[in-house]
């Protein structure tokens, strides 16, 4: 494979950069040492601008071309530094040292290669243009995508197109998967709030029994996906919260579900948002409770431009060889706050194979540093074909 020879000879100073950001995760917003040490790195490798506080905690580099950088065409190239609430259960010499955090989704690798692309762009400005590297916080539903873009990053660093990269296990190492359109689902968080009758648990007949409320809801829930979104649109609701009661002979008064809506179209979002209204207090009203549903509109659609992704793709190939790119890969239904940024500019989200791990957010993940140069070199690769001198 035709990895950047600069990037090969770096690939154990970036394993280094990686291994010590997993080993202190932080969480949502709170990467101060995250980012201050992507600062000071870029700072270090000569980046014309290194802005924090983006978004809040966000981190920005500056990196123009050396062939005529001033004025020319501005692209941005996104990666992620938080972690998530999980114990680490992996035994690495680098295992996280903060009890209850761990970066079991790879940004931690993410944060890395982008620093290796920013170092050689910065050291060998063989492009005609400006390149903005992008540290985000708050992926893993703080919305830190959201808030850099609200911030006004786009307008303040003049960015014309956005490109993102994540880890993808199961891909093989070595190969890189896209595809134009929809390909990650937009989430959405559902709380529903139960009111019954509490009550002694040896008199269920003169309660209102909200844990069967509950049950029966989330039951009937299942039933929208299966019988009201059409067979060929994909769907996901899934309720991973049941909060009632404290003791086992009294029927609470109260009960709390919490969960998540998945869609890949506008069109099914709205269906499932519609239905759950329905189907929540329906079902309550037939135990002679009551229910209401929050619907809160989170992450959108992670939707990929046409002629983006299929730059994206040709990128890759020059790096790993078009055999090794699939630009037709199954939309998944996880979801991702890119997406924020793909509604604000043209751009491709593109996954890069991390080989036979445990899966993303699993307490025995870790990122596979062998994909390191090849994320690294399709960052270097995509801004020099991107912006040719």
């Not at 955090?101 to 060998?124: I, N, P, R, S, V």
Request: with cysteine; glycine share 12%.
């Amino acid at each position: 494979m035709p990895i950047v020879n600069r990037i090969a000879a770096m690939h154990g100073e970036i394993t280094a950069w990686r291994r010590d950001i997993h080993a202190h995760p932080e969480l949502l917003y709170d990467v101060q040492r995250t980012a201050a040490t992507v600062a000071d790195k870029l700072k270090r490798f000569g980046c014309d601008e290194v802005v924090t506080g983006i978004g809040r905690t966000g981190v920005v580099g500056v990196i123009r071309g050396g062939k005529g950088g001033e004025g020319g065409r501005v692209i941005g190239l996104r990666a992620d530094m938080d972690a998530l609430p999980i114990q680490e259960a992996g035994d690495v010499p680098y295992k996280s040292t903060v009890p209850g955090k761990m970066h079991a989704c790879g940004h931690d690798g993410h944060t890395a290669m982008l620093l290796g692309a920013a170092q050689y762009l910065a050291e060998t400005r063989n492009f005609a243009g400006t390149a903005i590297v992008i540290f985000q916080p708050a992926e893993e539903g703080g919305g830190g995508g959201r808030a850099m873009v609200q911030d006004g990053m786009m307008d303040r660093f003049r960015i014309e197109e956005v490109y993102g990269m994540h880890n993808y296990p199961g891909l093989p190492v070595g190969q890189f998967a896209l595809r134009p359109g929809p390909l990650m689902a937009a989430a959405d968080r559902i709380t529903i709030e139960i009111e019954g009758r509490g009550g002694h648990a040896a008199r269920p007949h003169v309660a209102i029994d909200t844990v069967l409320v509950g049950a029966q809801i989330i039951n009937q829930i299942q039933s929208i996906v299966a019988r009201n979104v059409d067979p060929l649109n994909a769907a996901v609701i899934s309720i991973c919260v049941f909060q009632a009661g404290s003791t086992d002979n009294v029927i609470p008064q109260t009960a709390l579900l919490r969960g998540t809506a998945r869609s890949l179209t506008p069109e099914v979002r709205d269906l499932l948002e519609q239905r759950l209204h329905e189907v929540v207090t329906g079902t309550a009203r037939l135990y002679g409770a009551t229910a209401k549903l929050t619907y809160r509109r989170d992450y959108p659609i992670t939707r990929n431009h046409e002629q983006q992704a299929a730059f994206a793709a040709s990128v890759a190939a020059q790096v790993v060889g078009r055999e090794r790119v699939d630009d037709d890969v199954a939309p998944v239904m996880g979801a991702e706050d890119f997406s924020f940024m793909l509604e604000a500019r043209p751009g491709a989200f593109i996954f890069v194979g991390n080989g036979d791990s445990a899966g993303l957010h699993h307490p025995a993940y870790d990122f596979n540093d062998e994909a390191i140069p090849i994320g690294a070199s399709y960052w270097v690769k995509l801004v020099e074909t991107a912006l040719p001198g």
